[in-house]
């Protein structure tokens, strides 16, 4: 039995854009083109024909934009978005609005500059996995109940009064495709006394920024974008700058991170190997190691040296994976010592720290 190409609608209203995204799904012999649109007035008028099994969705379009398009979308017919954004300015934030209102992954215009054989087989990957992937509003539907927000010195003084600071413990959580729902699930059942975090999210340059400031608005602890040499302390969480390896290190009994620009890790930078490493090296037996969804194997490996190091591991599970690729390939390795649905992860690692 032969099986069927999946089928993609391209939304741009650049008809070079649409040409140059035809001509790469097109070289993908398990892909096939449906039809193109300059608008999402013509493309729903085309889904009334034919549903795609994935759309490739642009932002900046005459009479409708990609974010309106999209939440009409996730609305009315749940279909597998990939959303197209610029890379500066607002258009970070629009990024991280469209992965919240159910968009599967964002891609930067700016990759397309440089359309060597990876980048091509990249964009091919995450239409393929974005058409097997389970409907976002499912995920987004078993969201955590989020408390208010306090300010930085609320947080010290809470973690003060409670006497409950363990500068020994650290949180190194990895995430790639569907991860920012599941980063923001994670970190909003974290307590403000919680031990200080560091992430990887595979996230292009200058997205991390809009990210790391809405979960900051959404979540009970601080997060920001790490800078070179900031400390990793409890109720904070830190997430390496798109483009920038980050590396957890230890001066005395005070951890920091340290990034760098070094080679591509598993076709990534930041690479959630990296990170893991770094944790087993200096946190040991005081890391837990958490691999959230995504495609490929990066961090398997690197959780299993976390594992190995003595600390405690995690994976999420198959059901609540966007897709259960990072997590599956630790499984395999006997490198996740717990597997866990997305939302009973925070509580987990809140017992393993006697909180």
Do not use: W
Request: with cysteine; proline share 5%.
């Amino acid at each position: 039995m032969i099986n069927e190409k999946i089928k993609v609608l391209i939304v741009d209203d650049s008809a070079l854009f649409r040409q140059l995204l035809s001509r790469i799904v097109a070289a993908d012999s398990g892909l096939e083109i449906i039809g193109t649109a300059a608008d999402p007035f013509i493309a729903a008028s085309k889904i009334s024909v034919q549903v795609p099994d994935v759309i490739i969705l642009d932002h900046y379009m005459p009479r409708m934009d990609g974010l309106t398009f999209l939440k009409k979308i996730m609305s009315q017919h749940p279909i597998p978005v990939v959303f197209i954004a610029e890379e500066a300015g607002k258009s970070s934030e629009l990024a991280v609005k469209a992965l919240e209102v159910g968009a599967f992954e964002v891609l930067s215009k700016e990759i397309f500059s440089e359309l060597n054989q990876n980048v091509r087989l990249k964009i091919c990957d995450i239409i393929r996995a974005a058409s097997s992937a389970p409907p976002k509003k499912k995920l987004l539907s078993e969201a955590l109940t989020v408390k208010p927000k306090l300010n930085a010195d609320a947080v010290l003084q809470k973690v003060k009064v409670t006497g409950v600071v363990t500068s020994d413990k650290v949180v190194a959580v990895g995430a790639s495709t569907g991860g920012t729902e599941a980063i923001r699930m994670f970190l909003e059942g974290l307590p403000l006394n919680c031990p200080g975090v560091v992430i990887v999210q595979h996230m292009p340059e200058n997205f991390t920024k809009s990210f790391a400031d809405r979960l900051n608005d959404l979540c009970r602890i601080n997060v920001k974008e790490a800078c070179d040499g900031d400390l990793v302390k409890p109720g904070t969480a830190l997430i390496a700058p798109g483009n920038q390896h980050m590396l957890l290190k230890r001066r005395g009994s005070q951890y920091f991170v340290e990034l760098n620009k070094g080679p591509l890790v598993n076709r990534h930078r930041p690479s959630v190997d990296v990170l893991f490493r770094s944790a087993s090296i200096y946190a040991a037996q005081n890391c837990f190691g958490v691999l959230l969804t995504g495609m490929g194997d990066d961090g398997a490996k690197g959780l299993l040296e976390i594992k190995q190091a003595g600390g405690r591991t995690i994976a999420q599970d198959e059901k609540t994976s966007v897709v259960f690729g990072m997590p599956k390939e630790a499984i395999q390795l006997k490198a996740a010592e717990k597997i866990l649905p997305v939302q009973d992860i925070a509580r987990y690692v809140m017992q393993l720290s006697g909180k």
